[in-house]
């Protein structure tokens, strides 16, 4: 097969525009339909081998992200715009992710159950499903593409992994160092290129039995229409509107801290991020004040880095203005940093006066931006947090038992959080939300399973003879 040229693509650093940190080659659709079928190949081999070994190397995998933590995480700091420091939380978070999956390889594969008759015996198996498509955001380059990757090569299964093109050169890092770790040849390989072109190749291959996605609403329905008649198993991680609820009775020096810690943190750009809080009015004005506070002591460029692209500097400056022009009033920051001129720096944000018909109160920003809303009492709080297409995280802060119990059971969330921020998630706990945040399976933790393997129920019949034992 002659393949077509490849397109070479430089790297730039959201927070010194002017600097190339390096270039990538772009695979094209044929190269990655040779992937694929390389893949499928390669299945046959890696399936058959112990989930015991294939733990192991997840473990030596785990050993060499620490072992290359300060590089890594530099790169890809300077390739998508977090801190040094929040990359090398996310470096030694993916690490923790690698071991725990590593240990799914001495786990029970399946359960031996009674039979109703004393000659059969009766139990289930998971197997892999074969190759397994991962699709990736810019986001957490390095521990989503982990907890999508590690449970799928345990169970046995092949992977092709197309990563967002703006983290080329971090996923790049991270494929070659599976290959560091001794993972066989094609049993993961990396596509570099846009969604659009080689996402789409993945998507509609019927070679590829799964596709594990996260990203957008709108190419998760893509993927949703595509894949979905061709009878793949589909695991989406879409969008959030994150609300935050604090009541009167709560630690408001805690709440007002974790609260912008929770909008802010990686500039806003989780999925988890909180985007809403819903303050209860016997404390609006002291928890306002708490909030202005907490957002002055972030220091942009040191603490808090750039956006991540252009596209996404240029989406969070429109959405800001669009508030002030539909009537919420910007209480602090809301402009890009004059004197970081030279990257894609937005100041933290805080809005008032947000109605709930207001684009800031529905869309999702992925930006530093947090809109501030008065409620009477709890149920107000609780009812309008609910009032949302999305339904990935929400927290409350309260010392009441009886509320935050009536929170966990009410909230329309996959995500709930008490006396704590709307983001996080440990590797041993399912993560995914309700609504229009997710579709299909969970991700992480036993739930993992669920999506790459497929349960096989064994019968084996005349195990026991009456009367003797036959040699």
């Not at 650093?13 to 094209?28: D, F, Q, R, V």
């Not at 031996?112 to 986001?139: C, F, Q």
């Not at 996260?214 to 190419?219: E, I, K, L, M, Q």
């Not at 709930?356 to 930006?367: K, S, V």
């Amino acid at each position: 097969m002659v393949m077509g040229v490849r397109e070479i693509r430089e790297q730039f650093n959201p927070a010194n525009t002017s600097e190339c940190i390096g270039k990538i080659e772009l695979h094209t659709i044929e190269e990655t339909e040779v992937k694929i079928r390389a893949s499928e190949q390669a299945f046959q081999q890696w399936s058959k081998l112990s989930s015991v070994s294939r733990g192991e190397i997840l473990n030596s995998m785990a050993n060499l992200l620490i072992e290359h933590l300060e590089p890594l995480a530099e790169l890809a700091s300077k390739e998508m715009g977090k801190t040094v420091p929040e990359m090398m939380g996310e470096v030694k978070r993916g690490a923790s992710i690698l071991r725990y999956f590593s240990q799914e390889g001495m786990r029970a594969a399946g359960e031996v159950l009674p039979s109703a008759s004393e000659d059969k015996m009766l139990y289930t198996k998971r197997v892999p499903l074969g190759v397994v498509g991962v699709i990736t955001p810019w986001n957490f380059p390095i521990a989503i593409p982990l907890w999508k990757i590690a449970p799928a090569l345990v169970y046995g299964n092949t992977v092709v992994w197309k990563p967002s093109i703006e983290v080329s050169l971090t996923s790049q890092y991270i494929a070659d160092l599976f290959e560091k770790a001794g993972l066989p040849k094609n049993v993961l390989n990396i596509v570099q290129g846009r969604g659009s072109k080689l996402g789409a190749v993945i998507i509609k291959s019927p070679k590829v039995k799964a596709i594990s996605f996260t990203g957008s609403n709108a190419v998760g329905q893509q993927i949703l229409n595509t894949a979905g008649p061709m009878n793949k198993k589909i695991q989406l991680e879409l969008g959030g509107k994150n609300a935050a609820i604090i009541l009167a009775d709560a630690d408001l020096d805690l709440a007002a801290r974790l609260t912008i810690e929770g909008a802010m943190k990686q500039t806003g750009q989780r999925c988890t991020a909180t985007s809403r809080v819903y303050i209860e009015a016997s404390v609006y004005d002291t928890v306002v004040e708490k909030l202005i506070e907490n957002a002055k002591k972030i220091k942009v460029g040191e603490t808090m880095g750039p956006l991540a692209s252009k596209q996404q500097f240029e989406s969070v400056i429109e959405h800001i203005a669009r508030a002030k022009a539909q009537g919420a009033k910007c209480i602090f920051g809301g402009k890009p940093v004059a004197e970081l001129s030279h990257g894609y720096f937005v100041e933290p944000t805080l809005f008032t006066e947000v109605t709930h018909d207001m684009d800031l109160a529905r869309e999702e920003i992925f930006g530093p931006v947090l809109a501030i809303f008065r409620v009477t009492d709890y149920e107000e709080a609780i009812r309008l947090s609910n009032d949302s297409e999305f339904g990935l995280s929400a927290s409350i802060y309260t010392t009441n038992i009886h509320k935050a119990f009536d929170f966990i059971e009410r909230s329309e969330v996959g995500l709930v959080q008490i006396n704590d921020e709307t983001g996080g998630a440990e590797p041993q706990a399912p993560f995914g939300g309700m609504k229009n945040s997710s579709t299909g399976f969970r991700e992480q933790g036993q739930a993992a399973k669920e999506i790459f393997t497929v349960l096989k129920t064994v019968t084996i019949n005349g195990i026991r003879v009456k009367g003797k034992c036959e040699q």
